[in-house]
């Protein structure tokens, strides 16, 4: 989404290096204990994500965002803002950058009521929203087979509705490089805060938004469903259109 634009993404391959330099360090829990403070537990998990990556590698993608999945519920709450406006919007939405680094990037972000982010895809990308504020419906889709890939702005795609996930406070979703990695998110009537972890496998976390008919915003959530969209690139105003 239009956040990712200022998010630099270290490629999740590039960090054998910093695994070896953790070798050091005393002994790592891979699972996540209870943190009261969220810089602690950003430490904890970077050091025992790096420790799995040592042990068993990066290149499964899935498993490593289910592994890094124990450590969101166990994430306490992030400090927020200093919030930066999205323009073009349906309505207000706020992005900050909270974490850069590596072997995941932490971001949060802030819907109003109505704000609509139009679907969009993360390519080479892996990431965990977790519901701190307020409610949103993200729904998930996977784009259908042999389709223009998201740099081909201006072609027409088909997708498919996956997963639809009603979030509230303490909850979350995920999706992977190769599994729902489209997702259009609707703020609830209060609207919305939320973090992002963010792991980039491949790329540098370009992407693109797809508008959809009906004025850029998916039909009716239902699992299953083919819809037909246009890749329009990174601008969201022109995902509305
Ligand atoms: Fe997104």
Known sequence: MERRSFVSLAPVAALGGLAAAESQDPPISLAPRPYAQYDDWLAASRRASLAFIK?????????????LALWAVGMPRPPLGPWEEIQGANARLQFSTLSPGRPFVVTTFKMGPG????????????????????????????????????KE???????????????????????????????????GPEGAVCA??????????????????????????????????????????KAYA
């Open 55 to 67: 042990e068993a590698g990066a290149a499964d993608t899935e498993r490593f965002m289910q592994f």
């Open 115 to 150: 704000c609509v982010q139009p679907a969009h895809c993360h390519p080479g990308g892996g990431g965990i929203t977790v519901c701190l504020e307020g409610s949103l419906t993200m729904r998930h889709f996977s784009l259908a087979p042999g389709q223009a890939p998201f």
């Open 196 to 237: 992002d972890l963010i792991v980039q496998w491949q790329g540098a976390g370009e992407f693109s938004y797809l508008r959809l008919g009906g004025g850029g915003v998916a039909a009716s959530p239902r699992v299953g469903q083919r819809l037909k969209g246009r890749w329009v690139g990174m601008n969201i105003a």
């Open 153 to 187: 702005t201006g072609a027409e795609v088909e997708i498919e509705e996956t997963a639809i996930a009603r979030l509230s406070t303490n909850t979350f979703t995920l999706f992977t490089p190769t599994r729902q990695n489209l997702h259009q998110l609707e703020a």
